[in-house]
């Protein structure tokens, strides 16, 4: 079956950390750039970041530039979002979706995960 499955979400701390893992069952990511989406009750889906399919170019939302790194292992099939320095409005059900292309963010996506719960409260 070709899926993402994303992993790593929770509860934490203002202030805090998490690791997000977006990983690839049934193909290979090398082919492909990925993207962090986030939906908060109430809001739009809001673009987080992106990587291209070398992990030579990375892009930002300016809402968690500084504090977010996305990063990828090809090799694991893998890739991955470290959050700092968490804040409440980071609070959200976080999505990574793959697409074909050069570019660091893809136009269009092939595959989407199922999503993640990320609650950032004390």
């Known amino acids: 079956q070709l899926q993402l499955v994303e992993s790593g979400g929770g509860l934490v701390q203002p202030g805090g950390s998490l690791r997000l893992s977006c990983a690839a069952s049934g193909f290979t990511l090398d082919y492909y750039a990925i993207s962090w989406f986030r939906r908060s009750p109430g809001k739009e889906r809001e673009g987080v970041s992106c990587i291209s399919r070398r992990g030579g170019s990375t892009a930002y939302a300016d809402s968690v530039k500084g504090r977010f790194t996305i990063s990828r292992d090809n090799a694991k099939n893998t890739v991955y979002l470290q959050m700092n320095s968490l804040k409440p409005e980071d609070t959200a059900i976080y999505y990574c979706?793959?697409?074909?292309?050069?570019?660091?963010?893809?136009?269009?996506?092939?595959?989407w995960g199922q999503g993640t719960q990320v609650t950032v409260s004390s």
């Open positions: 979706a793959a697409g074909l292309g050069g570019g660091t963010c893809p136009v269009e996506y092939d595959y």
